[in-house]
């Protein structure tokens, strides 16, 4: 079971720090990507780190204001988001799997576990 958390508002320029927990499941095993939907559109690929870590992928919108790190001991991963703008608003979730590379890890369909997302609304 994953659970998705720390979302919420924040103003353009500003920064959250999302975190997936995961519960039943040795999180290090598992490539870990991120994911977010808008409203009115359809899930896009936001981040994925492979399971031994040595890599991580980003959507290029993101690339230079979001990274992510993994926290073995408390088997959560974390998404830091900085400089966030209003078209980063989305709910965010984060997913498991056990594919590899950086084509596979941007499709959804390569994760089969998922948590529930949570909110990010970049506004003033």
């Known amino acids: 079971q994953l659970q998705a958390y720390g979302g919420g508002l924040v103003p353009p320029g500003g920064s959250l720090r999302l975190s997936c927990a995961a519960s039943?499941?040795?999180?290090?095993?598992?490539?870990v990507g991120w994911f977010r939907q808008a409203p009115g559109k359809d899930r896009e690929f936001v981040s994925a780190?492979?399971?031994?870590?040595?890599?991580?992928y980003f959507e290029d919108s993101v690339k230079g204001r979001f990274t992510v790190s993994r926290d073995n001991a408390a088997n959560t991963v974390h998404l830091q988001m900085n400089n966030l703008k209003p078209e980063d608003t989305a709910v965010y979730y984060c997913?498991?799997?056990?594919?590899?590379?950086?084509?596979?890890?941007?499709?959804?369909?390569?994760?089969?576990?998922w948590g529930q997302g949570t909110l990010v609304t970049v506004s003033s």
């Open positions: 780190t492979e399971r031994s870590s040595t890599s991580t």
């Open positions: 039943g499941r040795t999180f290090s095993n598992y490539a």
């Open positions: 997913a498991a799997g056990t594919a590899s590379g950086p084509t596979r890890l941007r499709l959804f369909r390569y994760y089969p576990y």
